[in-house]
């Protein structure tokens, strides 16, 4: 089993709307994770990290399930610029990477 | 300024060839540094990893190596490229206790 799995989508959804997406996660003691976006051929930026149940910046909201083993990302109000692939990033002594999900946003 | 540079930063070089890529690190002191590899469609996976100068740890055994001569540089190096290490190659740092890491603009690597 992978240590960081996503949906690799894409999602495409129109402007205005709300898109959310999970990854999970197989080490149960993780204690930290962060969301990263990535625009095409360009570096991951840090988008939100996550220490306890969940943060919220804005129109971005994180939450943490535990019990299952998942974080998920929000995103309201869904912009153009948020076109973009999502890196999910859980902390194990290490940071792993999953291989992203791919959001984009039409017009 | 928390600038990460990093160069070249795409580099098209023929199987066998030596490697050698630079990151450098603006505005902190004694800095983690890290070195990833993003293969096309697939996460991000750890190479190197300094907590200091002198001081690098492998994740990943294979034909290339790392070193950190001063406090805020990290050098990414090969003796011999292999067509599978073509990659986006990845600098970044954190703060010691942080596990919050800032990534450079990346190097784009094709072995031909």
């Known amino acids: 089993r992978k240590e960081v799995e996503q949906d690799p989508g894409p999602f495409n959804v129109p402007e205005g709307a709300t898109v959310a997406f999970n990854c999970t996660y197989s080490n149960s003691a993780s204690q930290s994770f962060f969301w990263y976006r990535q625009d095409c051929r360009k570096e991951p930026k840090l988008l939100m990290s996550?220490?306890?149940s969940g943060n919220e910046d804005g129109r971005f909201t994180a939450q943490l399930n535990r019990a299952s083993q998942y974080i998920s990302l929000l995103i309201r109000d869904s912009k153009l610029s948020d076109s973009a692939t999502y890196l999910c990033v859980v902390n194990d002594y290490k940071l792993s990477f999953g291989a992203g999900t791919t959001v984009t946003v039409r017009a | 300024s928390q600038t990460i540079h990093q160069w070249p930063a795409t580099l098209v070089q023929p199987v066998g060839s030596p490697l050698s890529l630079e990151c450098t690190v603006e505005g902190t002191s004694n800095p983690n540094l890290y070195w990833y590899r993003q293969a096309a469609g697939r996460g991000l996976q750890l190479l190197f990893y300094?907590?200091?100068?002198?001081?690098i740890s492998s994740e990943v055994p294979q034909n290339l190596s790392a070193s950190r001569p001063q406090d805020r540089q990290f050098i990414l190096s090969s003796k011999k490229l292999l067509l599978s290490d073509s990659g986006f190659y990845l600098c970044a740092r954190s703060f010691a206790g942080s596990y919050e890491q800032y990534f450079g603009p990346g190097t784009r690597l094709t072995v031909t």
């Open positions: 996550v220490y306890s």
């Open positions: 300094s907590v200091g100068i002198g001081q």
